[in-house]
C-alpha cells in the first residue's frame, strides 16, 4: 500500500463516519466552486430542476469541510418529485401521487444530515460500491495478486464497499439543465482496493417519471467495479410498515437466482426459480409469498433473464390499494431484491428503535430493495459476470426507477 494511500486509509477507518455541521446560510468560494449548477426548466419539459443546501459535512478522510446540496426534480404535471443529496449520491426521497392524487414519500431516509449518520443505517438511498454486496473473506484474486479488503460484514466479510464506503463522502456536483452528475475520486488501495477510481453518478428525471440513474467509472489499474443504488422502497409510504408491504405485488424478470450459504455468500451454483418461492415471473403478493421463503422474507441476488443487449425489463412492484406502481430497467445482469430483513424487528422488545423522515417507524420488512448489479462475489467465480475493469475501460451501468399510478 502507499505511503499516501495508507495515510489516508488509516484516517478513515479511524473515524468511521464523517461529522456533520449544522446547515449555514453561506459557504466559501472555493465550496461554491466544487459544485457548478444551473436551474430551470428544459425547454418542452414538464421538469424542472433546483439545488439548495442541505447542511455542512467533513470529509471523513481530509476534515475539510464541505456543503451537501440537495437537488429537486419536480413534474409539473404529474407531480412527482424526487431528491438527491450529494452525500452518499444519495436519494433521499421520492413523491408519487396515488390513484387519488394524494401525494407520499415513498423511499426510506432521514430529514436531516444526522440522520445518515446513524449506525442503525442501513445504506438508505446511498451509491454503494467500489463493490456493492458481498466479497467472501474480504479476498480475491487480481491478475495472479492476491487482494485483501475490508471484513465489515459479521467480521468475515466484505460488504458494500468496506468500513467506508462511497456511501460515507459528499460527492461533487454538476448540474447541466435537468440532469445531475456527481462525481467521487477514491484513490489507489483505499479499502484495500487498487487503482485510483474515478465514478460519475449520472441523475434525470423525464417527463414520463422515469428516474435515470447512469453510473460510470474509470480506473488507473486492474480492479473490481460493481455500483448499485440501495433505496428502499415502500410505494404506501415511507412509514406505512410492513403489513402494507405484504400488500404488494411484485413481479420480477428472472429464472435464476444465485445459491448462496448461511451467510449469505453465493456458492458458484445458479439454481432454477421454477416451483420455488423464488419464481416471481408472473408475480406474487409479498405477504404470501414470504411464507414460502426460508428466511421468511428475500435477500438474493436474481438473474435477470435478458433477451437482447441493452437495457431490459427487471421488475415491478404494485401496491393495489394507492395504485402505485415502480417498474424497474437495467443493462445489468442481476438484481438484489431485498426485503428488509434486517431491520429491527417489532416483535423482538429488545430491539432498538430506528425512526426516519417525519419520525416515522422503520422496520423489518417495512420496505423493498431492487439493487441492479452484476452477481455479488464474482471476483471469486469465473462462471459468473465479470466485475473486473481494466485501466483504458469505462465500467458502465444504467438503472431505471418508473414510477406511475393506475385506477
Known amino acids: 500500500?502507499?505511503?499516501?494511500?495508507?495515510?489516508?486509509?488509516?484516517?478513515?477507518?479511524?473515524?468511521?463516519?464523517?461529522?456533520?455541521?449544522?446547515?449555514?446560510?453561506?459557504?466559501?468560494?472555493?465550496?461554491?466552486?466544487?459544485?457548478?449548477?444551473?436551474?430551470?426548466?428544459?425547454?418542452?419539459?414538464?421538469?424542472?430542476?433546483?439545488?439548495?443546501?442541505?447542511?455542512?459535512?467533513?470529509?471523513?478522510?481530509?476534515?475539510?469541510?464541505?456543503?451537501?446540496?440537495?437537488?429537486?426534480?419536480?413534474?409539473?404535471?404529474?407531480?412527482?418529485?424526487?431528491?438527491?443529496?450529494?452525500?452518499?449520491?444519495?436519494?433521499?426521497?421520492?413523491?408519487?401521487?396515488?390513484?387519488?392524487?394524494?401525494?407520499?414519500?415513498?423511499?426510506?431516509?432521514?430529514?436531516?444530515?444526522?440522520?445518515?449518520?446513524?449506525?442503525?443505517?442501513?445504506?438508505?438511498?446511498?451509491?454503494?460500491?467500489?463493490?456493492?454486496?458481498?466479497?467472501?473473506?474480504?479476498?480475491?484474486?487480481?491478475?495472479?495478486?492476491?487482494?485483501?479488503?475490508?471484513?465489515?460484514?459479521?467480521?468475515?466479510?466484505?460488504?458494500?464497499?468496506?468500513?467506508?464506503?462511497?456511501?460515507?463522502?459528499?460527492?461533487?456536483?454538476?448540474?447541466?439543465?435537468?440532469?445531475?452528475?456527481?462525481?467521487?475520486?477514491?484513490?489507489?488501495?483505499?479499502?484495500?482496493?487498487?487503482?485510483?477510481?474515478?465514478?460519475?453518478?449520472?441523475?434525470?428525471?423525464?417527463?414520463?417519471?422515469?428516474?435515470?440513474?447512469?453510473?460510470?467509472?474509470?480506473?488507473?489499474?486492474?480492479?473490481?467495479v460493481n455500483l448499485t443504488n440501495h433505496s428502499y422502497f415502500n410505494l404506501a409510504g415511507h412509514d406505512a410498515g410492513n403489513e402494507e408491504i405484504y400488500k404488494h405485488f411484485v413481479v420480477i424478470n428472472a429464472d435464476k437466482i444465485t445459491e448462496t450459504d448461511s451467510e449469505s455468500i453465493p456458492t458458484g451454483k445458479l439454481l432454477e426459480v421454477g416451483g420455488t418461492a423464488f419464481d416471481l415471473r408472473s408475480g406474487k403478493t409479498l405477504g404470501e409469498a414470504f411464507k414460502a421463503t426460508a428466511a421468511n422474507g428475500y435477500d438474493d441476488n436474481f438473474c435477470v433473464t435478458k433477451y437482447s443487449q441493452g437495457d431490459s425489463f427487471v421488475a415491478r412492484a404494485v401496491h393495489p390499494p394507492s395504485g402505485r406502481f415502480l417498474e424497474v430497467y437495467s443493462d445489468q445482469p442481476g438484481v438484489q431484491f431485498y426485503t428488509a430483513n434486517f431491520l429491527p424487528d417489532p416483535k423482538d422488545s429488545a430491539s432498538p428503535k430506528l425512526h426516519g423522515k417525519g419520525g416515522g417507524l422503520y422496520q423489518k420488512h417495512g420496505s423493498f430493495c431492487f439493487e441492479t448489479q452484476k452477481f455479488p462475489d464474482a471476483v471469486n467465480h469465473d462462471n459468473f459476470p465479470s466485475t473486473i475493469l481494466k485501466p483504458g475501460e469505462t465500467y458502465q451501468h444504467l438503472c431505471v426507477y418508473k414510477f406511475g399510478w393506475q385506477k
Do not use: C
Not at 105 to 116: A, I, K, N, P, Q
Not at 120 to 144: C, E, M, Q, W
Open 1 to 224: 500500500m502507499s505511503e499516501r494511500a495508507e495515510e489516508r486509509d488509516s484516517q478513515a477507518r479511524q473515524s468511521g463516519q464523517v461529522s456533520v455541521i449544522q446547515k449555514e446560510g453561506s459557504q466559501s468560494r472555493s465550496e461554491s466552486e466544487r459544485n457548478f449548477y444551473s436551474m430551470g426548466m428544459d425547454k418542452g419539459s414538464s421538469v424542472s430542476l433546483s439545488v439548495d443546501s442541505f447542511g455542512l459535512v467533513k470529509d471523513p478522510v481530509t476534515k475539510k469541510e464541505e456543503t451537501v446540496w440537495v437537488y429537486t426534480w419536480r413534474n409539473s404535471l404529474s407531480r412527482v418529485s424526487v431528491k438527491v443529496i450529494s452525500y452518499g449520491a444519495t436519494i433521499l426521497s421520492v413523491e408519487v401521487p396515488d390513484k387519488n392524487g394524494v401525494l407520499q414519500d415513498v423511499v426510506m431516509g432521514f430529514d436531516s444530515l444526522e440522520g445518515y449518520f446513524n449506525p442503525l443505517n442501513p445504506y438508505f438511498g446511498a451509491t454503494v460500491g467500489r463493490v456493492a454486496n458481498r466479497i467472501a473473506h474480504g479476498k480475491f484474486s487480481l491478475d495472479g495478486k492476491d487482494v485483501q479488503v475490508a471484513k465489515n460484514w459479521n467480521g468475515k466479510h466484505h460488504l458494500h464497499g468496506g468500513i467506508v464506503g462511497f456511501d460515507k463522502f459528499n460527492w461533487t456536483g454538476f448540474v447541466d439543465g435537468n440532469a445531475l452528475v456527481l462525481s467521487h475520486f477514491s484513490p489507489d488501495d483505499f479499502e484495500g482496493y487498487p487503482g485510483d477510481l474515478l465514478v460519475q453518478v449520472r441523475y434525470e428525471l423525464t417527463d414520463d417519471d422515469a428516474l435515470k440513474i447512469n453510473f460510470s467509472a474509470t480506473t488507473s489499474k486492474l480492479t473490481s
